[in-house]
C-alpha cells in the first residue's frame, strides 16, 4: 500500500453561483488526483479576487480579513491531512473534506452511538436483553448528569478514565428500590453493555 499521497489545496470563487458581482469562496482539495470542492460559506467581490495568486488582491480591511481565512483554512485542512497520515489512515480528498467539517467517527456522540444501538437490536435480541441495554442507557445518561454535567460526549473522549470514573459510580450507586448498592458482577455486565455498543 502507498505510503506517501500527493496532497494540495487551492482556492477559488465560483462566477456561476454569482450574485451582484458577489461570489461563493471555495476551497478545492486534490489527494492522489481525485479531488472535492468545499464551500467556505464565505462571499467575496469579485474584482476583488486575484485568480493568478489565488488572493484577495489589495491591502483593504475586506482583502486583509478574507485572505487571513483562507490562510486559517489552509492550515486547518493540512492539519486534518496530517492527522490522517499520522494516524496511518486511508487518505482521500473527501475524508479531509469529512475531517473538516466534523463528519469523522471521531466527531461522534455517546448518545449518537446509543441511539443508533437502540435502533439495531430491536428486531435481533430477545425482549429481556433489550431490557437490560435500556437500564445500561439510563445509567450512562445519569452518569453523564450527575458526574460530568453534560447530556453528551464525543466518543473520542471515552478514554480510560471515562470507564474508570463510570465504574466508580455505578459501585456508588443506589438505585431506587434496591435494598443496597450494585454488587461487584452487576458493574461489570454494566460495563460490558457499554463495551458492546462500542
Known amino acids: 500500500m502507498r505510503s506517501t499521497n500527493t496532497f494540495s489545496i487551492l482556492f477559488f470563487v465560483n462566477k456561476k453561483k454569482k450574485n451582484d458581482d458577489q461570489a461563493l469562496l471555495y476551497a478545492r482539495i486534490t489527494v492522489d488526483g481525485k479531488r472535492v470542492n468545499l464551500s467556505l460559506k464565505r462571499k467575496i467581490d469579485i474584482s476583488l479576487w486575484d485568480a493568478t495568486k489565488k488572493r484577495a488582491r489589495g491591502s483593504s480591511s475586506e482583502a486583509r480579513q478574507i485572505n487571513l481565512y483562507l490562510d486559517q483554512t489552509h ?24 475531517s473538516y467539517g466534523g463528519e469523522l467517527e471521531t466527531s461522534k456522540t455517546l448518545q449518537e452511538l446509543i441511539d443508533y444501538h437502540t435502533r439495531k437490536i430491536e ?3 430477545a425482549p429481556g436483553t433489550i431490557i437490560n441495554f435500556g437500564i445500561t442507557e439510563n ?3 445519569r452518569f453523564l448528569k450527575t458526574s460530568l454535567k453534560t447530556t453528551d460526549v464525543f466518543l473520542k473522549q471515552l478514554d480510560y478514565k471515562f470507564i474508570c470514573d463510570f465504574e466508580t ?3 456508588k450507586y443506589w438505585p431506587k428500590g434496591h435494598p443496597k448498592a450494585m454488587n461487584h458482577n452487576t458493574v461489570m ?8 455498543m462500542v
Open 75 to 98: 492550515t486547518q485542512l493540512f492539519q486534518c491531512y496530517q492527522d490522517l497520515k499520522f494516524k496511518g489512515e486511508l487518505i482521500t480528498a473527501q475524508l479531509i473534506k469529512a
Open 139 to 141: 445509567y450512562i445518561k
Open 169 to 171: 459510580f455505578l459501585h
Open 189 to 196: 455486565k454494566h460495563l460490558q453493555r457499554l463495551r458492546k
Open 123 to 125: 428486531s435481533t435480541l
